[in-house]
């Protein structure tokens, strides 16, 4: 992503949840640079992450091959404080802790393993509305608005969920 399409793509981010993401768990799902990698050099998830950092949000993150110091070091580097690492940023070592009681998933770098997670499963322990911001355009976005996510990509806007019973709060909808 060059840079307009990384302010563009927060900017998305923050509209959808409300206009805050102060107070907001977020969960970062690929921080290297592109997949098989553990380069960080030029990440959008480093921009996406200190920027909603500095909107108040606490992030989560998970990559399967970047170092957690060195995910704090890049965050030091663009401008966090070593206070608002500890307090507001906290790396996993698998994705479905990582997301676990977040308000959206952002996924950043096109890893194979995050096109196979149990997105149902995901869904069931996040906080609701449920929000999925696929920058890379990797995951099926049917299947995640069936499962009840709203589903936001770059370029474009898919909209709500599909009514289901098991998420409708009232099944006379449906």
């Not at 676990?100 to 998933?105: K, L, Q, R, S, Y």
């Not at 911001?133 to 049917?142: S, T, V």
């Amino acid at each position: 992503m060059n840079l307009h399409q990384k302010h563009r793509f927060t900017a998305k981010v923050i509209e959808c949840l409300f206009n805050t993401v102060s107070g907001k768990n977020i969960c970062i799902l690929g921080f290297a640079f592109k997949k098989n990698t553990g380069d960080t050099r030029e990440s959008a998830a480093i921009y996406v992450s200190k920027t909603l950092l500095d909107e108040g949000a606490s992030i989560n993150i998970y990559d399967p091959k970047v170092e957690e110091s060195q995910i704090y070091e890049d965050l030091k580097y663009e401008g966090a404080s070593s206070e608002q690492l500890k307090k507001n940023v906290h790396v996993f070592s698998n994705a479905y802790e990582a997301t676990e009681n977040c308000h959206a998933i952002i996924l950043c770098t096109e890893w194979d393993e995050f096109i196979t997670l149990d997105y149902e499963k995901i869904f069931d322990r996040m906080m609701k509305p449920a929000y999925m911001f696929d920058g890379r355009k990797i995951l099926n976005h049917n299947d995640l608005l069936r499962i009840g996510f709203h589903v936001e990509t770059i370029g474009s806007r898919l909209g709500q969920p599909f009514k289901n019973r098991r998420y409708s709060s009232n099944p006379q909808i449906l």
